[in-house]
Nanobody, 121 residues
Framework: QVQLKESGGGLVQAGGSLRLSCVAS????????MGWFRQPPGKEREFVAT????????DYADSVKGRFAVSGNNAENTMYLQMNSLKPEDTAVYFC??????????????WGQGTQVTVSS
């Protein structure tokens, strides 16, 4: 059974940084493209970032461009999301997902359980 496990969430002040990790088990990492989504309190889950292993293409939601960076290590089956200049509106549960390269939830097959990120003002 494929498992995705996020870690690295927590409480941080506005302007601070966090790095999220997503470790995949029983998944051939290089055969799936990966993404990060988030669900703010009381809102729908939304796209944050995606990475295509072949070629290293990345794409980001406009709200995080220039502040967040997605990367990964195929050998360790791990994807990262470096989050800088955090804002209170970045507060959400962050999920990693595996599937196709894209910004739509429907393009992803496997999902993690999420990690909470809280940014205080």
């Amino acid at each position: 059974q494929v498992q995705l496990k996020e870690s690295g969430g927590g409480l941080v002040q506005a302007g601070g940084s966090l790095r999220l990790s997503c470790v995949a088990s029983r998944l051939t990492f290089s055969m799936h493209n990966m993404g990060w989504f988030r669900q703010p309190p009381g809102k729908e889950r939304e796209f944050v970032a995606t990475i295509k292993w072949s070629g290293g293409n990345t794409d980001y939601a406009d709200s995080v461009k220039g502040r967040f960076a997605v990367s990964g290590n195929n050998a360790e089956n791990t994807m990262y999301l470096q989050m800088n200049s955090l804002k209170p509106e970045d507060t959400a549960v962050y999920f990693c997902a595996a599937g196709r390269y894209g910004s739509k939830r429907s393009e992803y097959v496997y999902w993690g359980q999420g990690t909470q990120v809280t940014v205080s003002s």
